[in-house]
């Protein structure tokens, strides 16, 4: 079985703080990581490939040459081989340029039987990149994967997590499966295993790699632009109600009617 991974490098976001004087987000010394999603993405593909070890699991991620850091620890983690799609033609790219530029690195890869993303990235957070992969490949798939309950010769059967429970999917291979923390716990890098990865090449790609021409990818292809980001207002005060408990129960309900919290 062919296994190909969609892993991106984000800033960990439980790290960056706001100034509390100027507003601005403190960026200063933040890390970069592998997007939380994507490593349970990758150790779902692994559980695989430890159960059937004829199965290849391989990465592509888009992303500036600092990715390679990443790449070289889901190698690490027992990915067999990774490819960066880097240029500059493919920055400032929105989530449909983003998709457009991992679908053709994909098709370059070749034959799959299954791709994994993750559910969403901790900093676009728009969770729009896995199924847009897969309507550009021409494939199903299936987002929320929970639990893989079984792989069979042509599909998976799949549990999808809903808000108040999960569906059970089977779904024709190939497919796309995007994967949540519920999924399962992603394993740690071994120390030989970090050694073998910094001896793997990994390939660069371009758009002419990817027979992309420039106008296909980056900002150029993005039909949504981002004009304006700022940092939210911080959170006001706490406030501590005053009277007897039936006032203060009162002036509770009083308030969270005028918020819509309750009805
Ligand atoms: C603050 C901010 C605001 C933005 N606003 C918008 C907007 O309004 N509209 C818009 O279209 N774009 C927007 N973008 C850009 C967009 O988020 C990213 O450019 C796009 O590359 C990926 O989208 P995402 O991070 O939301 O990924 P998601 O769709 O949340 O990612 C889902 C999964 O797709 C895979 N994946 C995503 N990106 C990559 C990658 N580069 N390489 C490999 N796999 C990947 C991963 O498996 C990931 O877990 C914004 C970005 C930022 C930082």
Not at 1 to 25: F, H, R, S, W, Y
Not at 39 to 56: F, Q, R
Not at 222 to 248: A, D, N, R, Y
Request: charged share 25%; net charge negative.
């Amino acid at each position: 079985m062919k296994i190909i991974v969609c892993a991106k490098q984000v800033p960990d976001t439980n790290e960056v703080k706001i100034d509390p004087v100027k507003g601005t987000l403190i960026r200063d010394g933040v890390p970069s990581i592998l997007n939380p999603d994507d490593a349970n993405a990758l150790e779902a593909a692994l559980e695989i490939k430890d159960k059937y070890p004829d199965t290849t699991v391989t990465i592509v991620s888009m992303g500036p040459p600092q990715a390679n850091y990443m790449l070289r620890e889901c190698l690490a983690m027992g990915a067999d081989d990774a490819y960066l799609l880097s240029s500059r033609a493919f920055g400032g790219a929105d989530t449909c340029a983003t998709s457009t530029t991992i679908a053709a690195g994909i098709r370059k890869i070749g034959k799959y039987d299954i791709i994994f993303a993750g559910r969403q990235a901790i900093d676009g957070d728009t969770a729009q990149v896995g199924p847009q992969t897969a309507q550009r490949l021409g494939i199903p798939s299936v987002t929320y994967v929970q639990k893989i309950r079984e792989i069979k010769k042509g599909s998976v059967v799949v549990e999808r997590a809903l808000e108040d429970g999960y569906e059970v999917i089977e779904v024709k291979t190939p497919c796309l499966l995007t994967a949540i923390k519920e999924l399962n716990e992603p394993r740690y890098m071994t120390v030989g295993q970090i050694e073998e990865a910094y001896k793997k090449p990994i390939a660069t790609w371009s758009e002419v790699d990817v027979n992309l021409a420039p106008e296909d990818c980056g900002l150029k292809a993005s039909p949504t632009q981002v004009f304006k980001s700022f940092t939210p207002p911080p959170k006001g005060k706490g406030e501590m109600l005053q009277g007897t408990v039936p006032e203060m129960a009162a002036a509770l309900i009083a308030k969270l009617t005028e918020k819509h919290v309750i009805k």
